[in-house]
């Protein structure tokens, strides 16, 4: 079962995203800010993240910098989640590593097609991921 | 002339009068000079003729008895006295006459003397008589021949005496008529010379303060009013004149009025100009500046004399040129200009001020310095994006989770639940329609939305945008048709935005129509390609078809289920505008509406702009 790390502010959209994901039968962790999101990133190994940009502490700009710059984290697959969608911003994402670009408000359906897109697309390389895991450990 | 005539024609009668009272002088003075030279010719032959004729007769009477003396001498007694005393009666008679007729000096001793004489004549006569013949002879020889010789002798000396005095007259009377004709003469130049002088006076005297009137008269043509018309005259030259001073008083006051309120017209225009923040420039119709103010100066730092110059001379700004040179069907255009080393927006907006003549004709450009507008503007548009941003997490969260539970993810609905959380649904979709409308205006409005301008066939964008409305068209049981009646169409503009305009109207017509037709077309025009959306809907009220581009309105009575976000037509027109086109609508209520919009033409943008 995937899990996808849901990073945003607004306990409303953890909780209807969460929501949302779960009954499509996915395995949802939450972060609230920045740095707890790259932390979470490190910690739990999500297998998608859906980061909002606007976020205390560390905007979502930054914490994709830093999940593409670390090891550990660069390959997971970022889909960002936010009300900007200003051209400029999009663009910065996108070049920034991102999977996709989703603006608010989405319907439910939207946001699960794209969320199933994006894992399927990693899910060919994330095995290999895996299997290098494994040796590892 | 003590008498003062007043009038005109009285000193006309009076130069007349003169004239006629001078020739009348000199004809009396003329008929006087013949009549007493006449007179003098007369006399004298009268008077000197009479002594003559008296002197000739005394001398024949005396001979006479002469000879009467000789017959006496010869015996013939009787007849000798008979003549002797004949005669002698005579020579006494022409005596008389010649003493009656004494008109000469020494005429009378001389006439005395013969007197005297000859009354010795006759007393040696009487001697005569009585004596004996021998001493008659003697007698006659001693005293009677030599007294007869003696008073012929004075008789001729008489005679002479007044023959010489004929002459003299003669003389006399000859030099008179000469002088007569040189008096004659010399009063005639002196009369004519008089005359000329004086009418040439009584001319001047009268033509004088015509003069002066017609002076003053060039003056006020000349708009002088300073100089009044001297006329000393009382005469009707004289009343005029002072017609005319009056008259040229008032004009001088009028006038000072004038010239006063046109000054204070002047100034106060001039204050308001000079005062007007915004650069006002005026130019007549060669484009030369007539009037500047300080703040155009200021921002084009133009130097003081610029007045008589031409625009483009002093102002290098060909745009604002452009469109100051064409007066016709401006739109509102904004420039940016740099002051004081900032850039800021100027609207510019002129007007046309033409004479009744058209003999003059000003252009009044005004350019309003919009900065702070357009700054107020992107905070708005700022705001609006902030807003809508905001809007959209909750509306995020309202949508998921109601889609989740009209889903029925969360457990089963009743009817009634699941009719109410549609109901909510739907209006959080609309919410969402109207943010992401919001932020699209917000957008095209800062210039933020790029348009990717390329060569389009506007047939296909038209066919390929009606393509979504036929299913709905037909639920509706509208005719949704594409009359396409030219081929070949092609435009210079972005497809996406265009086929967002064109949706955008035929939504709208199909949401405002039950039933009836929607025609959309596009033609050349020109330059431009029309493109028109045309229904036989309920049309839209006059008062709101030129406000429905604006945003949040909606025009006429909105169903429920119909209402749009009420930015559509606000974005259509500011995407139309980015294109340099025009949208606009023709509607009658309860006849239907037609929105057209032109664009330019591929292969005419570049002068798209006029």
């Known amino acids: 079962m995937s899990k996808i790390l849901v990073v945003d502010d607004e306990k409303n959209i953890r909780l ?78 996108i070049s920034s590593g991102a999977e996709d670009f989703l603006v608010k408000p989405i319907s439910q359906s939207d946001l699960l097609a794209a969320v199933e897109e994006s894992i399927m697309e990693a899910g060919t390389g994330q095995e290999e991921i895996e299997e290098e895991d494994n040796n590892e450990k | 002339m003590k008498i003062k005539i007043k009038t005109l024609k009285g000193k006309m009668l009076l130069g007349f009068a003169v004239m006629i009272l001078i020739l009348a002088g000199v004809v009396g003075w003329s008929i006087y000079n013949f009549e007493s030279l006449s007179n003098a010719i007369n006399d004298i032959l009268v008077e000197n003729y009479r002594s003559i004729k008296a002197s000739d007769s005394m001398v024949e009477s005396i001979e006479r008895q002469d000879s009467a003396l000789l017959l006496l001498l010869r015996t ?77 002798t004075d008789i001729r000396e008489l005679r002479e005496l007044n023959r010489q005095a004929m002459v003299e007259a003669q003389g006399d009377a000859n030099s008179r008529a000469n002088q007569a004709i040189i008096y004659t003469i010399g009063l005639a130049l002196l009369v004519t010379a008089f005359s000329l002088i004086f009418a040439f006076y009584l001319t001047k005297q009268i033509l004088r303060p015509i003069k002066e009137l017609e002076k003053g008269i060039k003056e006020v043509a000349a708009r002088n009013f300073q100089r009044k018309v001297e006329v000393a005259s009382e005469d009707e030259i004289g009343v005029l004149a002072d017609e005319f001073n009056e008259m040229i008083s008032k004009l001088k006051e009028y006038e000072k009025i004038n010239v006063k309120k046109l000054l204070m017209e002047k100034e106060k225009s001039e204050a308001v100009v000079n005062n007007l923040s915004s650069p006002l420039i005026v130019t007549d119709k060669d484009h030369k500046i007539v009037l500047i103010n300080e703040t155009a100066k200021e921002l084009f730092s133009l130097r003081e004399d610029v007045l008589g110059t031409h625009f483009l001379e002093v102002i290098k700004a060909e745009e604002i040129f452009e469109y100051i040179k064409n007066p016709e069907a401006k739109e509102e255009k904004t420039f940016l200009l740099k002051k004081n080393d900032k850039k800021r927006h100027y609207r510019i907006s002129t007007k046309q001020v033409i004479d009744e003549d058209e003999e003059y004709q000003f252009t009044v450009t005004l350019l309003e310095d919009i900065t702070r507008l357009k700054e107020i503007d992107n905070m708005k548009s700022e705001f609006v994006s902030t807003v809508s941003h905001e809007f959209r997490t909750p509306l995020t969260s309202m949508n998921m989770g109601l889609n989740m539970v009209i889903n029925e993810d969360t457990g089963e609905l009743n009817e009634e639940q699941k009719e109410l959380l549609e109901a909510a649904y739907e209006d959080v979709e609309r919410l969402t329609e109207l943010v ?92 431009r390609v029309l493109v028109s959306v045309a229904d036989n809907g309920p049309g839209i009220p006059k008062e709101y078809q030129s406000k429905i581009f604006e945003k949040f309105v909606r025009a006429g009575s909105d169903k429920e289920e119909k209402s749009g976000t009420g930015l559509g037509l606000a974005i259509a027109k500011e995407i139309i505008t980015a294109h340099n086109g025009r949208i606009w609508v023709d509607s009658e209520e309860g006849e239907g509406s037609t929105f057209s919009f032109y664009i330019p033409r591929y292969g005419y943008q570049e002068e798209n702009n006029e």
């Open chain 2, 436 to 527: 992401n409308d919001l932020l699209d205006l917000s957008k095209i409005e800062s210039g933020k939305i790029e348009m990717e301008f390329d060569k389009v066939d506007v047939n296909d964008i038209i066919e390929k945008t009606l393509n979504p409305f036929h299913k709905q068209a037909e639920e509706k049981e509208i005719e949704l048709k594409f009359k396409q009646s030219e081929d070949n169409i092609f435009a210079y503009a972005d497809p996406s935005k265009i086929s967002w305009v064109i949706s955008n109207l035929v939504g709208n017509a199909l949401r405002y129509a039950d039933e009836g037709k929607i025609e959309v077309d596009a033609e050349i025009k020109g330059r």
């Open chain 1, 16 to 93: 209807v995203v969460g929501k949302s994901l779960e009954k499509a039968g996915y395995n949802v962790d939450y972060a609230v800010d920045g740095v707890e999101a790259v932390d979470k990133a490190n910690n739990i190994s999500p297998d998608l993240i859906l980061l909002d940009l606007r976020l205390p502490k560390m905007n979502g700009f930054l914490v994709l910098e830093a999940l593409k710059s670390d090891a550990a984290t660069e390959e997971i697959p970022v889909i960002i989640l936010s009300a900007l969608s200003e051209e400029d911003d999009v663009q910065k994402a």
């Open chain 2, 76 to 152: 013939s007694e009787e007849q000798g006295q008979e003549i002797f005393r004949r005669n002698e009666k005579e020579f006494y008679t022409w005596l008389a006459r010649a003493e009656d007729n004494i008109t000469i000096d020494g005429e009378g001793a001389i006439l005395e003397k013969i007197n005297e004489k000859y009354f010795n004549f006759v007393s040696k006569f009487d001697q005569f008589y009585n004596a004996d013949e021998n001493q008659r002879w003697e007698i006659y020889n001693q005293e009677l021949l030599p007294l007869f010789n003696e008073i012929k």
